[in-house]
Antibody, heavy 123, light 109 residues
């Protein structure tokens, strides 16, 4: 069973870069069956898609964040990562990593999800 | 950008009764619509994809319907564990863009 786990600092200073890693277990990140994504949720608010990556390295970003986001994949470690630059308090959120199975019909949403990690932007 | 609007924001229903949640897209998303359930302190859980297909392990009391711009999630007989926040999500242009509704909180009446 595919499982995802986020890791990274829980506190980041304003103007710095937020860096998180998602470790995939129970399957290969190099599987052609999945896109891998990041989604965030500010405290008490809704969900926002940040971006997605395919094992080949192809990336897709939310236009509202595109100038600050980089998502990468490390197939040797079965991990993918998120970097968000120039953070402000508005970037304080729970960050989730997730997978999207692209071979099922009809096309599927995001499943599975990691448990999420809270990142606070504060000096 | 496709905007997803959920209604109502809060729905109060008694256990055992039926709950009907709505989601509207600002333009057609065909059947590329998913529903998620989120409980406090937990990650969202995929319930429905393709507008009407239940995800693995999801009880039959959850059903989805609709296509184009109007969608509905129905919970036929509410159990105590069903009280949570529900989000719809469109992925019509995946993997280029995904958007979520603002959520409907289903609370005990």
């Amino acid at each position: 069973q595919l499982q995802l786990q986020e890791s990274g600092p829980g506190l980041v200073k304003p103007s710095e870069t937020l860096s998180l890693t998602c470790t995939v277990s129970g399957g290969s990140i190099s599987s052609s069956s999945y896109y891998w994504g990041w989604i965030r949720q500010p405290p008490g608010k809704g969900l926002e898609w940040i971006g997605s990556i395919y094992y080949s390295g192809s990336t897709y970003y939310n236009p509202s964040l595109k100038s600050r986001v980089t998502i990468s994949v490390d197939t040797s470690k079965n991990q993918f990562s998120l970097k968000l630059s120039s953070v402000t308090a508005a970037d304080t959120a729970v960050y989730y990593c997730c997978g999207q199975n692209i071979v099922v019909v009809p096309a599927q949403g995001f499943d599975p999800w990691g448990q999420g990690t809270l990142v606070t932007v504060s000096s | 950008e496709i905007v997803m609007t959920q209604s109502p924001a809060t729905l109060s229903v008694s256990p055992g009764e039926r709950a009907t949640l709505s989601c509207r897209a600002s333009q057609s998303v065909s059947s590329n619509l998913a529903w998620y359930q989120q409980k406090p302190g937990q990650a969202p859980r995929l319930l429905i994809y393709g507008a009407s297909t239940r995800a693995t392990g999801i009880p039959a009391r959850f059903s989805g319907s609709g296509s184009g711009t109007e969608f509905t999630l129905t919970i036929s007989s509410l159990q105590s564990e069903d009280f949570a926040v529900y989000y719809c999500q469109q992925y019509n242009n995946w993997p280029l863009m995904y958007t979520f509704g603002q959520g409907t909180k289903l609370e005990i009446k």
